[in-house]
């Protein structure tokens, strides 16, 4: 009697799961080709977008916060009081690090208003550097403005000139674009890159878009996290989102070197009103 109760518990068992299996072939198997057209779409819409999308680096840098105020023989009493002072000096030295005037500062040293993107078949990316082929200065920083419509150039090699359009300008030259006058000069480390090809009489094609110093300064703010690594650290962590990463670290390190000039600047100046 007793093995009859199991064989009908084990062939209950079986019943049930062959109606589970039966089940689920009769309700989804019937839409396999939606399913293979959806991964394929969902697949090629993922390549699309790696293909065509410029991808994103991190630059991360740390830096140290010290408290010159503060002597080496400091009172322990003293500071038991002060208990949010090291906290006040890294909320402060993180405002001054994204502020607008250091930045600013930042964008003028590197000549950042000026990019030259290079004008690609799939993508177009920047051309930073050594890698970007011209050297373009203005003349009158603080008053720069956007460039309206597309301006284009290539390089002639042959002729040792630089195609704005259709207008032809020496490789060391003044130009002027929106009114506005420019030095340019041609990138030394880009030419030894492009003497392996010299049967090439001219260039590939950029874009060059002009931008108020202003803005890219507000940019960078956008782009640049800094934070204390922990709430009872002095230590701040850098960081820089971009898609040139050459210069993401010519950004942060030019604004930890123009962070100390003002920190020297701000010291001296406090020791001659004294």
């Known amino acids: 009697m007793a093995n009859s109760v199991d064989e009908f518990y084990l062939n209950d068992q079986e019943t049930e799961g062959d109606n589970v299996i039966s089940y689920i072939m009769q309700t989804y198997v019937p839409f396999w080709p939606w399913f293979l057209i959806s991964l394929v779409i969902t697949m090629s819409a993922a390549y699309v977008y790696l293909k065509y999308t410029n991808p ?20 322990k009493v003293l500071d038991a009081l002060n208990v949010f ?4 000096i890294v909320e402060n030295e993180i405002e001054i690090l994204r502020s607008i005037p250091l930045l600013t500062q930042v964008v003028k040293d590197l000549n950042l208003y000026a990019k030259q993107i ?14 970007a082929p011209l050297y373009i200065t203005a003349l009158d920083k603080d008053s720069i ?20 359009g259709t ?18 000069a041609i990138n030394p480390n880009y030419v030894k890159r492009m003497n392996k090809k010299l049967s ?3 260039s590939d094609e950029f874009k060059l878009v002009i931008l108020p110093v202003y803005k890219m300064a507000k940019g960078l703010q956008g782009a640049i ?10 230590v701040l962590n850098i960081s820089m989102e971009t898609d040139t990463p050459p210069l993401g670290e010519d950004v942060i390190n ?10 020297i600047n701000d010291k001296n100046t406090s020791q001659r009103i004294r």
């Open 225 to 234: 996290t800094v934070e204390a690594s922990s709430k009872q650290s002095t």
């Open 167 to 184: 207008t032809r300008v020496p490789w060391y030259s003044k130009i002027k674009i929106n009114g506005h006058s420019f030095q340019i």
């Open 118 to 131: 290079h004008i690609g078949n799939l993508r177009d990316i920047e051309y930073y550097g050594d890698q």
């Open 254 to 263: 030019q604004l930890f070197r123009t962070y100390d000039h003002e920190a």
């Open 85 to 88: 002072g090291e906290s006040k």
């Open 145 to 164: 403005e956007a460039t309206r419509g597309l301006i284009t150039f290539k390089v002639d090699w042959q002729r040792e000139s630089i195609l704005f």
């Open 200 to 202: 090439l009489r001219v």
């Open 56 to 75: 994103t680096y991190q630059v991360n840098a740390k830096l140290l916060v010290k408290d010159e105020k503060k002597g080496v023989d400091a009172s």
